[in-house]
């Protein structure tokens, strides 16, 4: 399974993948706004979400390519964690005024 996740994170087209994942992830917004008033997105707020999780993505993979297997569990948490922070940021503005 290592070889094949290497194999998967080496080849140019996993930003695809990234890609593909990233508009999955963006459907469930967009489902719920459709049952429901509770969640109000705008374009604006499909975009960074969009950027935020294609970007995350895209630093794992590249990060990883440079840094030793061994090391990918720990590069994931950072990486997750600073998509959490930045999501948690925009929504609501823990340290600055960037949120609403």
Known sequence: MNTTFNNLIMRNNVF???????CVILL???GAM??????HWGVMDFIAMG??????????????????Q???VAL????AAALLYAW???AVGIFTNLGS
Do not use: D, S
Request: net charge positive; glycine share 6%.
């Open 16 to 22: 695809a993948w990234i890609a593909l994942a990233t």
């Open 28 to 30: 469930v917004p967009f």
């Open 34 to 39: 459709q049952f429901t008033n509770a969640v």
């Open 51 to 68: 950027l935020l999780v294609f970007g995350a993505g895209t630093v794992f993979v590249l990060a990883a390519r440079n840094v030793p």
């Open 70 to 72: 061994r090391y990918w």
């Open 76 to 79: 994931g948490t950072v990486v």
């Open 88 to 90: 948690a940021e925009l």
